[in-house]
């Protein structure tokens, strides 16, 4: 009975660990910087924005890859301290990209994010680098199974701080 249980929690954890993107101990040959491109603006909501630019730069040796979705990639950002988050206004084509870069090349991401103002936020983002795309666990129902493979995009409580590698902090005042 004991060796059942040992090999499910041994699969289980096994499992978990092929559908983990960042581990919190590896140290990835990437830098992420964040800017700050313009003053705040007001929406028809009162929130304030702030149209932010996200720099993931390859600081290593040689060419390094990681996906993102092509529109949906706030599923993988994060504010430290929680102020606030990209506003997505639409997108027409959105789907997982690979995403190469050579050593000193540079993606960026740019959004504006929306902010509850405050008279002055001091903030840091964090990318969750996801390294690899989990094959389709059916063939039989690709539509259900495409779905799956793409949560891996999603944020959401299972994924901690330590899930993240950090731009420097900003300050932003309205």
Known sequence: MRIKYFLAIFFLCASAKLF??????K????????????????????????H??????NKGDSSFSFWVMTCSWWGLVRTKPSVGGP???????????????????SHRLEEEF???????LQFQVGFRV????????????PSKSS???????????????????????ISIVF
């Open 130 to 141: 996801i390294t690899e795309m989990p094959e389709a666990e059916s063939i039989t129902e």
């Open 20 to 25: 983990s993107q960042t581990d919190p101990g």
């Open 114 to 120: 929306a902010f509850v103002k405050k008279n002055r």
């Open 52 to 57: 932010l630019r996200i720099s993931i730069i």
């Open 87 to 105: 506003h997505v206004f639409g997108c027409d084509g959105n789907y997982a990209k690979r995403i190469v870069l050579k050593p000193g090349e």
């Open 147 to 169: 779905t799956s493979r793409l949560n891996i995009f999603n944020d959401g409580p299972q994924y901690t701080d330590k899930d993240f590698l950090w731009s420097n902090k």
């Open 27 to 50: 140290a990835y040959p990437l830098k992420i910087k964040l800017e700050n491109l313009d003053s705040a603006k007001v929406w028809r909501d009162k929130s304030y924005f702030r």
